[in-house]
Nanobody, 125 residues
Framework: VQLQASGGGLVQTGGSLRLACAAS????????LAWFRQAPGKEREFVAA????????YYTDSVKGRFTISRDNGKSTVYLQMNSLGPEDTAIYYC???????????????????WGQGTLVTVSS
């Protein structure tokens, strides 16, 4: 699976962005998908995930109610809609994919073998 992330950019506090991650090489059916982010000087952290069945979504506490992860298997794309952005959301955002991943592993970066190249999100105060 090859992943290509896009949609990052510079936005003011309170603004919105929609990230997209397009997959190629195989269908996304049966593939767990996630977004992680890495801020300057910090470790990569889990942001959101969607189960391989597509029915369940998971979020880190700091983005609940603001971010929404979704998938379109027909377009082989996973999205991250980000609203009410703040400076604390500034980071490089990475999409990740793993066929057959179990639910309990969705938030664990080491569970994923396939990663996009990252897209930079900068939120100005």
């Amino acid at each position: 699976v090859q992943l290509q992330a896009s949609g990052g950019g510079l936005v003011q506090t309170g603004g919105s962005l929609r990230l997209a991650c397009a997959a190629s090489g195989r269908t996304l059916s049966g593939v767990g998908l996630a977004w992680f982010r890495q801020a300057p000087g910090k470790e990569r952290e889990f942001v959101a995930a969607i189960a391989r069945s597509g029915g369940a979504t998971y979020y880190t506490d700091s983005v609940k109610g603001r971010f929404t992860i979704s998938r379109d298997n027909g377009k082989s794309t996973v999205y991250l809609q980000m609203n009410s952005l703040g400076p604390e959301d500034t980071a490089i955002y990475y999409c990740a994919a793993q066929p057959g991943i179990i639910t309990s592993s969705l938030g664990v970066s080491s569970s994923y073998n396939y990663w996009g190249q990252g897209t930079l999100v900068t939120v100005s105060s």
